[in-house]
């Protein structure tokens, strides 16, 4: 370890730098970000300028038609599953999303197997008029993408 720590500042020293990297002495800033950059190379971390943002899509559920009753306004990331929440749970009647393409779905947890139905804005305000009629009070989850 002695050896190692001794061998590290000796490099530094001369400007040789690390994993061939040439060190700065006039200026350490560049000489770390240098060894950062050099680093995360060698152990495979790709560094980004600019972190993506996910889009957030709100959708508009009520407990009853014509969008009344007890009503809000649940936003989630794109492309991640949400829950209804207890209050909401097989009792929405009408939905709509502010944007994006969403499917509704029967199950929590997005499953498909109980059934689901897609909807873009601006929704449905009378769930027991889409299809059957099978929509009305049984949504318990959905998502939306871009």
């Given amino acids: 370890m002695k050896t190692s720590i001794l061998a590290f500042a000796s490099a530094l020293a001369l400007?040789?730098?690390?994993?061939?990297?040439?060190?700065?002495?006039?200026?350490?800033?560049?000489?770390?970000?240098?060894?950062?950059?050099?680093?995360?190379?060698?152990?495979?971390?790709?560094?980004?300028d600019v972190m993506e943002k996910r889009a957030q899509h709100c959708v508009f559920a009520c407990t009853q038609a014509g969008f009344d009753g007890l009503c809000d306004n649940f936003c989630n990331q794109s492309g991640v599953c949400f829950n209804a929440p207890a209050s909401y749970n097989d009792q929405i009647s009408s939905i709509g999303p502010d944007s994006g393409y969403c499917r509704a779905f029967f199950d929590r947890d997005?499953?498909?197997?109980?059934?689901?139905?897609?909807?873009?804005?601006?929704?449905?305000?009378?769930?027991?008029?889409?299809?059957?009629?099978?929509?009305?009070?049984?949504?318990?989850?959905?998502?939306?993408?871009?």
């Fill in 110 to 146: 997005c499953q498909i197997a109980g059934g689901h139905f897609d909807f873009v804005n601006p929704g449905y305000d009378d769930l027991s008029h889409l299809g059957d009629g099978q929509s009305n009070d049984r949504i318990s989850s959905w998502i939306c993408w871009d």
């Fill in 15 to 48: 400007g040789l730098g690390v994993n061939g990297v040439p060190t700065n002495p006039t200026n350490p800033t560049v000489a770390i970000a240098a060894m950062k950059e050099a680093s995360m190379k060698a152990n495979g971390i790709v560094a980004r």
